[in-house]
């Protein structure tokens, strides 16, 4: 009789899971607490348009091809990609930059500001496909349980040549010296979760995923990506109890034995936890069960939350693209408005996403789907009026920059923030995108893959190994599958 696996959760780590664990035979259920998959990266439609609730952005395509390959899958049977040009536009304050999908392109543009930029950004760039070969090659596929993982003399020469110990902040200022080309290259580690002066060097590897390896959109919307994992799980023998909400998990002897669902009591042999880490320990297991303590958790540095707006607007909106940066306010402010002084920001920086450029079917005939991220610290609370603060200053340097009226014409509108990621994915002190990559939170300083107290309790996502972001999360549930399968059931 196949032994009974228990995932928490059906975001991306838990379907990776899920589909891992059923791979090597376990019986495999997964319970989540909404109607459909996809965690933050669900979908809601209102007013006939299709709304992406969180990731919005497809950077690392090989990762997702990958996962449908392991299966005996083509990811093109489920859903189609197209890859974005220019990839974005960035909104200085006194330049409106495309950035094309070819790197020589970007070399040209970037050339025109800084003589020199285009041969240092070829050097840059060599080197960030050493860090993302080796980093999404060997780096990211360790479970990080022992320090001992990493005594390998290959590694130990790769985190060198790596940069693991320097600053991202300071690596690309050897290459680059204009604000401007900074602020492009600094961008992408916004999403780690910390100031580019804290994050490592390692991550201009996501440089070279954002400029060599693309920005692509998958057509009808990024909720196509969870449906589809989720088909795949199923073909594999997955079991789906949604509108399910775990509410214990009892143990005995140092085993989890037992969910309490809302739904009933469910026996299991093992689980993997890709819920929010934290809701885990602190909310469904007992204090003797806990790993980490309160002192420990409030200890840690926490990626940004985010304020979002989902707009729908009952015209073409003219001078936007997919995707776009609007760095016209100065940055440093509004970084340490983020992680040195946590409050609300005085002048935000702001990214708007705009779909129905690319894709009709999110938006009805001749309207538009807009989603609007102001990047703020975490544990921090709002209201409407605060809400709609930043509202009115974005939609101010919106109609400014596009130079047409869009407030007027917004015909839906939500908002998302702190109170919503807590309610809906009990993300701790409201985060959007889990644990910051800092150097001291990295590898087997983040929180155990394992629990240190019930030893068939696992974790998956964006709060322990590899990291935050759809690609890593999809790992961390694949590594957490293969690491319980080894640790537990096989000898």
Same mark, same amino acid.
């Given at each position: 009789?196949?032994?009974?696996?228990?995932?928490?959760?059906?975001?991306?780590?838990?379907?990776?899971?899920?589909?891992?664990?059923?791979?090597?035979?376990?019986?495999?259920?997964?319970?989540?607490?909404?109607?459909?998959?996809?965690?933050?990266?669900?979908?809601?439609?209102?007013?006939?348009?299709?709304?992406?609730?969180?990731?919005?952005?497809?950077?690392? !395509?090989?990762?997702?091809?990958?996962?449908?390959?392991? %299966?005996?899958?083509?990811?093109?049977? %489920?859903?189609?990609?197209?890859?974005?040009?220019?990839?974005?536009?960035?909104?200085?304050?006194?330049?409106?930059?495309?950035?094309?999908?070819?790197?020589?392109?970007?070399?040209?543009?970037?050339?025109?500001?800084?003589?020199?930029?285009?041969?240092?950004?070829?050097?840059?760039?060599?080197?960030?496909?050493?860090?993302?070969?080796?980093?999404?090659?060997?780096?990211?596929?360790?479970?990080?349980?022992?320090?001992?993982?990493?005594?390998?003399?290959?590694?130990?020469?790769?985190?060198?040549?790596?940069?693991?110990?320097?600053?991202?902040?300071?690596?690309?200022?050897?290459?680059?010296?204009?604000?401007?080309?900074?602020?492009?290259?600094?961008?992408?580690?916004?999403?780690?979760?910390?100031?580019?002066?804290?994050?490592?060097?390692?991550?201009?590897?996501?440089? %070279?995923?954002?400029?060599?390896?693309?920005?692509?959109?998958?057509?009808?919307?990024?909720?196509?990506?969870?449906?589809?994992?989720?088909?795949?799980?199923?073909?594999?023998?997955?079991?789906?109890?949604?509108?399910?909400?775990?509410?214990?998990?009892?143990?005995?002897?140092?085993?989890?034995?037992?969910?309490?669902?809302?739904?009933?009591?469910?026996?299991?042999?093992?689980?993997?936890?890709?819920?929010?880490?934290?809701?885990?320990?602190?909310?469904?297991?007992?204090?003797?069960?806990?790993s980490h303590s309160d002192d420990y958790w409030n200890s840690r540095t926490m990626s940004p939350s985010s304020l979002l707006f989902y707009l729908g607007v009952n015209k073409r909106v003219k001078n936007l693209l997919h995707h776009n940066l609007f760095f016209d306010e100065?940055?440093?402010?509004?970084?340490?408005?983020?992680?040195?002084?946590?409050?609300?920001?005085?002048? !935000?920086?702001?990214?708007?996403?705009?779909?129905?450029?690319?894709?009709?079917?999110?938006?009805?005939?001749?309207?538009?789907?807009?989603?609007?991220?102001?990047?703020?610290?975490?544990?921090?609370?709002?209201?409407?009026?605060?809400?709609?603060?930043?509202?009115?200053?974005?939609?101010?340097?919106?109609?400014?920059?596009?130079?047409?009226?869009?407030?007027?014409?917004?015909?839906?509108?939500?908002?998302?923030?702190?109170?919503?990621?807590?309610?809906?994915?009990?993300?701790?002190?409201?985060?959007?995108?889990?644990?910051?990559?800092?150097?001291?939170?990295?590898?087997?300083?983040?929180?155990?893959?394992?629990?240190?107290?019930?030893?068939?309790?696992?974790?998956?996502?964006?709060?322990?190994?590899?990291?935050?972001?759809?690609?890593?999360?999809?790992?961390?549930?694949q590594l957490a599958a293969e690491t319980m399968n080894k640790l537990l059931f096989q000898s």
């Amino acid at each position: 009789m196949s032994k009974r696996v228990a995932v928490i959760g059906a975001g991306f780590a838990g379907l990776s899971a899920a589909c891992r664990l059923a791979q090597l035979g376990f019986e495999t259920h997964v319970f989540e607490k909404h109607s459909t998959p996809g965690g933050r990266c669900r979908v809601f439609e209102k007013e006939g348009f299709t709304f992406d609730m969180g990731p919005s952005w497809y950077w690392m !395509p090989e990762i997702f091809d990958q996962f449908f390959e392991q %299966y005996g899958e083509k990811r093109s049977d %489920y859903y189609t990609l197209e890859r974005l040009d220019p990839s974005y536009r960035v909104y200085f304050s006194n330049k409106i930059l495309d950035i094309p999908a070819s790197a020589d392109e970007l070399g040209e543009k970037l050339e025109a500001i800084e003589p020199g930029s285009k041969e240092n950004l070829k050097k840059f760039l060599a080197e960030a496909k050493y860090k993302y070969d080796t980093g999404m090659g060997e780096f990211v596929w360790k479970p990080s349980l022992s320090a001992k993982e990493f005594l390998d003399l290959k590694l130990l020469k790769a985190a060198v040549r790596i940069h693991l110990f320097n600053s991202i902040s300071s690596h690309i200022r050897k290459y680059f010296k204009h604000p401007e080309i900074i602020q492009l290259l600094e961008f992408p580690v916004l999403f780690l979760g910390a100031k580019p002066d804290k994050t490592p060097a390692l991550y201009s590897l996501m440089n %070279y995923a954002d400029i060599e390896l693309g920005t692509w959109y998958p057509q009808k919307g990024m909720g196509e990506i969870p449906k589809a994992m989720e088909k795949v799980a199923k073909k594999l023998g997955v079991t789906f109890h949604y509108n399910n909400t775990v509410t214990q998990i009892e143990s005995l002897h140092g085993k989890a034995k037992r969910l309490i669902t809302s739904s009933g009591n469910f026996e299991i042999d093992a689980i993997i936890a890709g819920a929010d880490y934290h809701h885990v320990e602190t909310k469904m297991l007992e204090p003797n069960d806990r790993s980490h303590s309160d002192d420990y958790w409030n200890s840690r540095t926490m990626s940004p939350s985010s304020l979002l707006f989902y707009l729908g607007v009952n015209k073409r909106v003219k001078n936007l693209l997919h995707h776009n940066l609007f760095f016209d306010e100065p940055f440093d402010q509004h970084a340490k408005e983020i992680y040195d002084n946590p409050q609300w920001p005085t002048q !935000p920086l702001f990214y708007a996403c705009v779909p129905s450029i690319t894709d009709k079917t999110v938006a009805p005939e001749n309207c538009e789907n807009i989603f609007l991220l102001v990047p703020v610290a975490p544990d921090l609370t709002s209201d409407e009026t605060l809400r709609d603060k930043y509202l009115q200053n974005m939609l101010d340097r919106l109609e400014k920059r596009t130079g047409e009226s869009i407030r007027e014409n917004i015909i839906y509108k939500r908002s998302f923030a702190h109170e919503e990621f807590i309610s809906e994915y009990n993300s701790f002190k409201g985060n959007a995108y889990g644990l910051a990559n800092t150097l001291k939170q990295t590898a087997i300083l983040k929180p155990s893959m394992r629990s240190k107290k019930l030893s068939n309790l696992f974790y998956a996502g964006q709060l322990t190994v590899p990291g935050p972001g759809m690609p890593p999360s999809i790992i961390s549930g694949q590594l957490a599958a293969e690491t319980m399968n080894k640790l537990l059931f096989q000898s």
